[in-house]
T-cell receptor, first 114, second 112 residues
Framework: AQSVTQLGSHVSVSEGALVLLRCNYSSSVPPYLFWYVQYPNQGLQLLLKYTTGATLVKGINGFEAEFKKSETSFHLTKPSAHMSDAAEYFC????????????FGTGTSLTVIP | DAGITQSPRYKITETGRQVTLMCHQTWSHSYMFWYRQDLGHGLRLIYYSAAADITDKGEVPDGYVVSRSKTENFPLTLESATRSQTSVYFCASEKDRVGEQYFGPGTRLTVT
């Protein structure tokens, strides 16, 4: 069975500070991993994804994430938070054994304090 | 370039009524999905479709029906709406197997 755990349903950071959103997954086979962002009253937008290859993945808006197989983690980071980063962030896992089924975490709401 | 659209964006209905939520994509993506988003649960898959006339259940299919007669459309029907189906519903599409999913703007459904 697949599952995704996002530690911290709410995270607050000061503008300019490091953003760290945590995601751990459980999967019996190598996963595909995704981070999505959701702005208020909008759908989800892909930030970045890991399928194969380099374990450090860079995405849009200065975000990046590192796949750590030994820790079953895929944490999302950004060196310097911007006010426009305030949104809901979702981690998701999928792999070929589940076809196209994505399993989403419960989300982390990021607040950026000016 | 419309992408993926959903209608209506907001809907209020009464318990027991049938409701259909529409989803349309212009990319001719093979795969389409319906999710519901509830506080504390993230997104949960209701149904998905790998191609026209091929559909399959997701994590929470009870009380919902889907069809896909055309590649670009994937309507979701609540046959007899219940209050527990009050939620935000998202449609998504995907071009290839295990690739990126593209999401519509969502439909906020309230069942009174």
């Amino acid at each position: 069975a697949q599952s995704v755990t996002q530690l911290g349903s709410h995270v607050s950071v000061s503008e300019g500070a490091l953003v760290l959103l945590r995601c751990n997954y459980s999967s019996s086979v190598p996963p595909y991993l995704f981070w999505y962002v959701q702005y208020p009253n909008q759908g989800l937008q892909l930030l970045l994804k890991y399928t194969t290859g380099a374990t450090l993945v860079k995405g849009i808006n200065g975000f990046e994430a590192e796949f750590k197989k030994s820790e079953t983690s895929f944490h999302l980071t950004k060196p310097s938070a911007h006010m426009s980063d305030a949104a809901e962030y979702f981690c998701a896992v999928s792999h070929t054994n589940t076809g196209n089924q994505f399993y989403f975490g419960t989300g982390t709401s990021l607040t950026v304090i000016p | 370039d419309a992408g993926i659209t959903q209608s209506p964006r907001y809907k209020i209905t009464e318990t027991g009524r049938q409701v259909t939520l529409m989803c349309h994509q212009t990319w001719s993506h093979s795969y389409m999905f319906w999710y519901r988003q509830d506080l504390g649960h993230g997104l949960r898959l209701i149904y998905y479709s790998a191609a026209a006339d091929i559909t399959d259940k997701g994590e929470v299919p009870d009380g919902y029906v889907v069809s896909r007669s055309k590649t670009e459309n994937f309507p979701l029907t609540l046959e007899s709406a219940t209050r527990s189906q009050t939620s935000v519903y998202f449609c998504a599409s995907e071009k290839d197997r295990v690739g990126e999913q593209y999401f519509g703007p969502g439909t906020r459904l309230t069942v009174t």
